[in-house]
């Protein structure tokens, strides 16, 4: 699998270099090369020596995402922020509470046996 991962994902040795590396030899490294293109047929031609370009775009492309997933998070924290702010003056200038406390109901106005009546 290091021979077809070198070859074909990294594609920075050839046949030769491999057999060289691995200390077999260059029929060796073509048959097993062979072999994993007979069983994964397509799979191993998309994947040539291109490959490194493709994902190199790919990744820039998700660090791009990253950036812009995080600038949004950050906008809707501040938004979150302003809102609970807004509603803390809001309920200390007023008097009034405007969050709902948990464990509350539904207000009698807002029924649905009261709407219907209307």
Excluded at 3 to 19: C, D, F, K, P
Excluded at 86 to 94: R, S
């Amino acid at each position: 699998m290091e021979i077809v991962r070198e070859y074909y994902l990294e594609g920075q040795h050839n046949q030769s270099a491999l057999a060289r590396k691995y200390g077999i030899g260059m029929v060796t490294v073509h048959d097993i090369l062979r072999n994993f293109a007979a069983e994964n047929d397509k799979s191993a031609l998309l994947m040539g020596k291109n490959a490194n370009a493709s994902e190199s775009e790919e990744i820039k492309a998700l660090r791009k995402e990253v950036l812009d997933l995080k600038k949004q998070l950050y906008h809707e924290k501040m938004r979150a922020d302003f809102y609970d702010t807004m509603v803390d003056v809001a309920e200390e200038m007023f008097g009034i509470e405007i969050r709902k406390k948990a464990g509350t109901g539904q207000s009698k106005g807002c029924t649905k046996e009261s709407q219907d009546t209307l």
